[in-house]
């Protein structure tokens, strides 16, 4: 088990501070990160939430997931590794492949 969750389906109201105040009832929260798209600084609706320990997250899973917050059922569950991106460029076609 993780200690770091995955928080969907959130209001676009939930910022760090409330997320912070609903999962510290389930233990210490170490970091709250809120996805904002780049250009507008607007949340995404998901988030990720750091817990202390594996106990703390499992609890915060077992409750939250599936509750109200501002009135949207939300998701808790563990957040899954990030994959990695297959850097094997491939932009445009310029400079590649002159037939003169």
């Known amino acids: 088990m993780g200690r770091k969750l ?3 389906n959130l ?3 939930a910022n760090q501070q409330t997320l912070q105040e609903a999962f510290s009832q389930y233990g210490t929260v170490d970091s709250v990160n809120v996805i904002t798209d780049r250009d507008t600084g607007q949340s995404k609706g998901f988030a990720f939430v750091e817990m202390s320990s594996d106990s703390e997250a499992q609890k915060a899973i077992q409750e939250l ?3 109200s917050l501002d009135g949207r059922e939300i998701k808790v569950n563990e957040a899954k590794p990030k994959a990695p991106r297959d850097n094997r460029g491939g932009g445009g076609g310029y400079g ?3 037939r003169w």
Request: proline share 8%; aromatic share 16%.
């Open 6 to 8: 995955y928080v969907g």
């Open 11 to 13: 209001p676009y109201s």
């Open 65 to 67: 997931n599936g509750s």
């Open 96 to 98: 590649r492949g002159s």
